[in-house]
């Protein structure tokens, strides 16, 4: 059977960084002390410096909105039509400088093209314009997996494996776009305001054959923690997609993963694993892994520079992890990826690096 390996990754992200003001933001909206000081203590622990958005910041901090152009403005936060039609201008521009960025040396032999994204719908859509962009085949193979939340990549991913198992001389661009920042709430709630506080934009390319370098995409598995389902929702609304992460989410994740870990590594010890591509959702979700699975200091290092550097990105983030694994040489080495998201779910990816 023809193995699909994971070739290379190039990420992008918007100019703007803006996560001294979404805290300060968030901060406003919270009108009791008990509030305040509860997000402040979150907000001291996030272990978050940089969060970059497609909007710019307003430089005053006690202005009548959060960034620079009104979008969102207090007391007048945009429709859902409106974050979709800043998503049309924002989403083709981002994309396009992630698959720049890739280097495809013949982007009309690529044969398949996946895009994901969570936090943004439009037909036609960023497929369509890559196409343009970059010279693709018109008649190239489209897929486009969207609104699975944080683990969407891994399912991405899974799909290319697929795709070149089944048709070893495919080459496919997978692109994974978030610009999370479009779904701000104006809400008092404490478990919603704490959610702003992680999340940011994303993009990340990645190419996808049967080409022996980079990672070797093994295999994949997924673990439905029970009775979680409210811990993580996702729905669209009047003004916009509204998120919340429940604060048991850590917990059910480190439940899931006791329960299904042998399942997850096919029967394989822990100790077998080098390299550990764990979805930053936040630090308390990481310390929540490296607690149930026993791993080794240091072994989320990757996903906690991500978070520090980016934040949360939704499906883009796992991807930002696995391309700082592959500017390095592990060959000879297996890893573990995984992601989190609404279900609750943990998707998982075997891999191993090349010799």
Not at 88 to 111: F, K, Q
Not at 204 to 220: N, S
């Amino acid at each position: 059977m023809t193995t699909a390996y994971l070739n290379r990754i190039a990420t992008a992200v918007p100019p703007n960084d803006v996560h001294e003001a979404f805290v300060g933001f968030a901060d406003r909206l919270l009108k009791d002390k008990r509030g305040h000081a509860a997000f402040r203590r979150m907000a001291r622990r996030g272990q978050i410096d940089h969060r970059w958005s497609c909007l710019a910041a307003s430089g005053a901090s006690s202005g009548s909105a959060l960034d620079d152009e009104g979008f969102y403005a207090f007391g007048n936060f945009p429709s859902t039509a409106d974050r979709m039609r800043r998503y049309e201008i924002e989403a083709p521009a981002l994309a396009s400088r992630a698959v720049e960025a890739l280097e495809i040396e013949d982007p009309g032999n690529l044969t398949h093209l996946i895009v994901i994204s969570c936090t943004g719908l439009s037909a036609p859509g960023v497929d369509f314009e890559l196409i343009r962009r970059f010279g693709l085949v018109p008649s190239i193979e489209r897929t486009v997996v969207g609104f699975m939340g944080c683990y969407a990549a891994i399912n991405g991913l899974k799909l290319a494996r697929h795709i070149v198992r089944s048709e070893p001389q495919s080459r496919v661009l997978l692109v994974s776009l978030e610009l999370c920042t479009l779904h701000l709430q104006e809400s008092g709630d404490l478990e919603q305001v704490l959610t702003f506080m992680i999340f940011g934009d994303g993009c990340a390319a990645a190419l996808v054959t049967a080409e022996p370098h980079g990672f070797a995409l093994d295999a994949f598995h997924a673990v439905l923690v029970p009775q979680t389902a409210e811990h993580i929702t996702w729905n669209i609304g009047d003004l916009g997609f509204d998120m919340v992460l429940s604060g048991a989410v850590p917990a059910g994740i480190a439940e899931g993963l006791r329960a299904g870990t042998a399942r997850m590594l096919l029967d394989r010890a822990v100790g077998e694993f080098d390299l550990w591509a764990v979805h930053p959702g936040g630090r308390s979700v990481l310390d929540a892994v490296e607690t149930a699975l026993e791993l080794p200091d240091k072994a989320l290092a990757p996903s906690r520079e991500v978070l520090r550097c980016y934040g949360n990105m939704s499906s883009a983030t796992i991807l930002f992890v696995l391309e700082a694994m592959l500017r390095d040489d592990h060959a000879g080495k297996n890893g573990c990826a995984m992601a989190f998201g609404p279900g609750l779910v943990a998707e998982t990816m075997l891999f191993s690096a090349a010799a």
